[in-house]
Every structure is written in C-alpha cells, then in structure tokens.
C-alpha cells in the first residue's frame, strides 16, 4: 500500500525555518512527480508546490505566495520529499500534506499523507 | 494565481441531490479536461471523488458525478446520505503558470 508519512512540524517563530520530509513507500518513488498542499486552520486548500521525477529534469514548480522563501527537494535513494521553509510568515500557519497528486502529476494516481502542523507565532 | 470560486455553503435532506460549481477561467479549468473533485470531513485528508471532469475512482459511488460546461466545473452527489456531509474541493491545473489551483471549498450539510 502507498504510505506517505510527514514529519519535521512544530512552533517556530516569524522569520524562523523548519524543513518538513515526507518519507514514501509502497510504489516507486523515484518516479513520481510529488508535491506539497497545505490547508491553513479553518480555511481550504493551497498548493504549495510540485517536484518533478529526475529524468524530467527534478524541477520544482510554486506557488506565488511561498516562491523565493519555500524550496522542494527529494533524495530518492531515501524514497524521501523535503519542503525547506524560510522567512517564515504566520501566515504559513497550517497543516501539510506531501501527495502524489493527480491534477498537475505525472501518474494516474491521488495519495495523501495525514499532514503535519505548522504553527508561525512569537 | 487565483483560486478558484466555490459556493461557501450548500444543504440538502436526505435522498436528495445536489450540485457545487466550480468557476474558473479559461487558462485553468476551461483548458483542459483536469479538475478534480475532493471530499474532506473533518481532521481527515482529502479523498479524490471525481478526477478528469467527470471519471469516477473504482471505490467511489455512483452517487457521485461531475460536468463541465466553458470554465465551469460540477459535483453532483444524488441521493444523498449523512456520510456525504463534508466539504468539497475543487483542483484544476492552471496551464499558463504551470500550477495547480484549488477552490476554496464548499461546506455540504445534509439535514
């Protein structure tokens, strides 16, 4: 079974980092196009971003909002999505998911890992 | 890029049925056929209802049906139960920012 599990959330303070990582298994990873979607307490979905496989040239696509301070990066000898977070803002208070995404993925396929909080406050 | 429009809000009794929009544009959900329908209930992950438009998940009912008309997309649940009540996402790819965009969600309450 496709098992996506976040971990790396926690409190940190306005202008701080955090790095999340999602550790994969159940297909194969190195494969996938992967991408992060976050969901701000109360609020809806927000993608985050999107890294394509290596032979698609490990590219990463973002969203305005987190483009220039977030970076998505991937290590596929570890079946491992990192989302490096800078200048954080608290407005990037929420819960992220890593997926396999369909809309925007390269497979015929929708997994989501069960989240993992963010909380920007002083 | 903006996210898409949804309806806040929708209700309907049981074995009714009831449809959400999802209005976009046409560098997004009238460019392709790629939205994507998403149901959450709460303090869950979201589960793919509907995918290309109208395809329907094999572990998904029949209940469950979408539409697109121009660069508005449809859910259309029929008879509908108490486990429906949940809400909904819509995701398209936006094809001009190769990003992906979603609606902000629409909150079904079955009375």
């Known amino acids: 079974d496709v098992q996506l599990v976040e971990s790396g959330g926690g409190l940190v303070k306005p202008g701080g980092s955090l790095r999340l990582s999602c550790a994969a298994s159940?297909?194969?990873?190195?494969?996938?196009?992967m991408s992060w979607v976050r969901q701000a307490p109360g609020k809806g979905l927000e993608w985050v971003g999107r890294?394509?496989?290596?032979?698609?040239?490990?590219?990463?696509d973002y969203a305005a909002s987190v483009t220039g301070r977030f970076i998505i990066s991937r290590d596929d000898s570890k079946n491992t999505l990192y989302l490096q977070m800078n200048s954080l803002k608290t407005e990037d208070t929420a819960v992220y998911y890593c997926?396999?995404?369909?809309?925007?993925?390269?497979?015929?396929?929708?997994?989501w890992g069960q989240g993992t909080l963010v909380a920007v406050s002083s | 890029q903006s996210a898409l429009t949804q309806p806040a809000s929708v209700s309907g009794s049981p074995g009714q049925s009831i449809t959400i929009s999802c209005t976009g544009s046409s560098s997004d959900v009238g460019n392709y056929n790629l939205v994507s329908w998403y149901r959450q209930h709460p303090d869950k992950a979201p589960k793919l209802m509907i995918y290309?438009?109208?395809k329907r998940p094999s572990d998904v009912s029949n209940r469950f049906s979408g539409s697109k008309s121009g660069n508005t997309a449809s859910l259309t649940i029929s008879g509908l139960q108490a486990e429906d009540e949940a809400d909904y996402y819509c995701?398209?790819?936006?094809?001009?920012?190769?990003?992906?965009?979603f609606g902000g969600g629409t909150k079904l309450t079955v009375l």
């Open positions: 159940g297909f194969t990873f190195s494969n996938a196009w």
């Open positions: 995701c398209s790819y936006a094809a001009a920012s190769n990003t992906v965009v």
């Open positions: 890294i394509k496989r290596k032979s698609d040239g490990e590219t990463a």
């Open positions: 997926t396999i995404l369909l809309v925007g993925g390269n497979l015929p396929a929708d997994y």
């Open positions: 290309e438009d109208t």
